[in-house]
């Protein structure tokens, strides 16, 4: 069973261009979530997917942050006209089912730099 | 308020020796899930150990173990016989209520295990 990939692992940027960064959840499992985190800090919720269906989002997510999970499997996270705050690590996670004891499995993160 | 406070931002232990990381937690629902995770260097968040909030005894997997203190509202990680691999920052994450998916993370303790 592979793990969460995330693609790509690095990205710098010119402050105002768009980027888009792609997740890969352990096949099979029907949960996706993006999380963002900067340098010190613990990872914040930013928006989560089961199935096609997006259920809820932070408000950390604003407009010029988009996420799709078209077909129920992999995901992409959109940044428009990128701004030098959104410099940080934006990591996906998936799971299967829910409830309490739902674990979430992490991927390796993209690195975003937005000089 | 923070829902998870980690207050200790760096701690050292002796290889070999056991060390205990604190979170404690705010959360007014009576059904929630408490998680530690483990981020090394390389960036990728690795599941360590769950405690849900209706288990009557404390987690425990291989050297990690996690004691649960409900009336203190605290979660704390214990490690037994560090190794070095151990260093990584830990972080303590909630969920609460049945109706989200998402965790709420602590801004995490940075451990160094020395030899």
């Known amino acids: 069973d592979t793990g969460v990939s995330q693609n790509p692992r690095h990205k710098i940027t010119k402050r105002g261009q768009n980027v888009t960064f792609r997740c890969d959840p352990i096949s099979e499992h029907n949960r996706l979530y993006w999380y963002r985190q900067t340098l010190g800090q613990g990872p914040e919720f930013l928006t989560y997917f089961q199935n096609e269906a997006q259920l809820e989002k932070s408000r950390l997510l604003s407009d010029r942050f988009s996420a799709e999970r078209p077909k129920g499997s992999f995901s992409t996270l959109e940044i428009q006209r990128t701004e030098q705050g959104d410099s940080a690590m934006y990591l996906c996670?998936?799971?299967?089912?829910?409830?309490?004891?739902?674990?979430?499995?992490f991927g390796p993160g993209t690195r975003l730099l937005v000089l | 308020a923070q829902k998870i406070t980690q207050t200790q931002p760096g701690m050292f232990v002796q290889e070999k020796e056991a060390v205990t990381l604190d979170c404690t937690y705010d959360?007014?629902?009576?059904?929630?899930?408490l998680f530690w995770y483990k981020q090394p260097s390389s960036g990728e968040m690795i599941f360590l150990i769950y405690q849900g909030s209706y288990d009557q005894q404390n987690a425990t997997e291989g050297r990690y173990s996690l004691n649960f203190q409900k009336a203190r509202k605290s979660a704390n990680l214990v490690i037994s016989a560090s190794q070095l691999g151990d260093s990584a920052m830990y972080f303590c994450?909630?969920?609460?209520?049945?109706?989200?998916?998402?965790?709420?993370f602590g801004q995490g303790t940075t451990l160094q295990v020395k030899p």
């Open positions: 959360t007014s629902d009576p059904s929630y899930g």
């Open positions: 996670a998936s799971s299967s089912g829910g409830g309490f004891q739902e674990t979430q499995y």
């Open positions: 994450a909630m969920r609460e209520g049945p109706g989200t998916g998402k965790l709420i």
